[in-house]
C-alpha cells in the first residue's frame, strides 16, 4: 500500500493549543494530506525553502506570531516567484478591519476570523479547505 500523501497544508501559528486543534480538525477533514506545522513565520519562511521540491497545497497564517509575524511573512511569500501561487489564508482571531487590511495588502488571499469554539473552528476550517483546495 502507498503511504505517500496526495498534498501538504502548512499551519502556521505560535500558540500550540490552537497548533494542536489546528492539525487535529485538518487530520480529520483532509486524511489524504500531510499536516505541516511552523511555529512563526520565520519557522514558515524556512520550511518553504527545505520543501522547494514540494511546497503545501495551502498555508493558514496566524498574524500575530514572534520572530517573523504573519504579514511580514505573507509578503515574503508572494514576493518569492517560487511560492507565490500557493494561497495563503490569514487565521486570526483579531477582527480589526486593519489587521485583515494588512493581511490582504501584503498578498494573504483570504482572512478569516479564528474562532476559538473547537466546533466553530472546524467548520472555518472545512469553509477554507473547500475554498483553496482544488480537487
Known sequence: MNSTKAFTI????????DQYMLKK????LLPEATVAQAFNGDECLRYLE???HELPAL???D?????????????QIKRNH?????????????????????????GANDYVVKPVVFDE???????????????
Request: one cysteine or more.
Open 82 to 106: 517560487a511560492t507565490q501561487g500557493i494561497p495563503v489564508v490569514a487565521l486570526s482571531t483579531s477582527d480589526r478591519a486593519a489587521d485583515r487590511q494588512a493581511c490582504l495588502e501584503a
Open 50 to 52: 527545505a520543501h522547494a
Open 121 to 135: 473552528l472546524r467548520l472555518a476550517l472545512r469553509d477554507i479547505f473547500n475554498k483553496w483546495l482544488h480537487s
Open 25 to 28: 480538525i485538518a487530520n480529520s
Open 10 to 17: 502548512l499551519l502556521v501559528d505560535d500558540d500550540r493549543d
Open 59 to 61: 498555508i493558514t497564517m
Open 63 to 75: 498574524v500575530n506570531m514572534p520572530l517573523v509575524n504573519g504579514i511580514e511573512a505573507t509578503e
